[in-house]
């Protein structure tokens, strides 16, 4: 049930986006930390806009938290 909440809302009105998003939900979310978890499930709460520029690089997220998680879906 949790997995297609996360998948739910991994769906973005940008492509790049959700390709990078549901990928990191599918292949890395279970195996990761509990906080690691927690700041992921946080980063889906963000808007589109603020998402793209942690995940395209014009930007650092302000909590270390969610840096982490950024550069776990990046690698």
């Known amino acids: ?3 297609r909440r996360l998948l739910w809302h991994c769906r973005r009105g940008m492509k790049e986006l ?3 998003l549901r990928r990191y939900a599918c292949e890395r979310f279970a195996g990761a ?3 690691r978890q927690a700041a992921f499930e946080a ?3 963000l808007p589109d806009p603020q998402l793209a520029d942690y995940l395209l ?3 650092p997220p302000p909590d270390a ?4 998680v950024v550069r ?3 690698a």
Do not use: T
């Not at 938290?65 to 982490?68: S, V």
């Open 43 to 45: 980063l889906l709460e």
């Open 1 to 3: 049930m949790r997995q």
């Open 72 to 74: 776990d879906i990046l």
């Open 18 to 20: 959700e390709f990078l």
């Open 33 to 35: 930390p509990a906080a």
């Open 65 to 68: 938290e969610l840096g982490a």
């Open 57 to 59: 690089g014009y930007g």
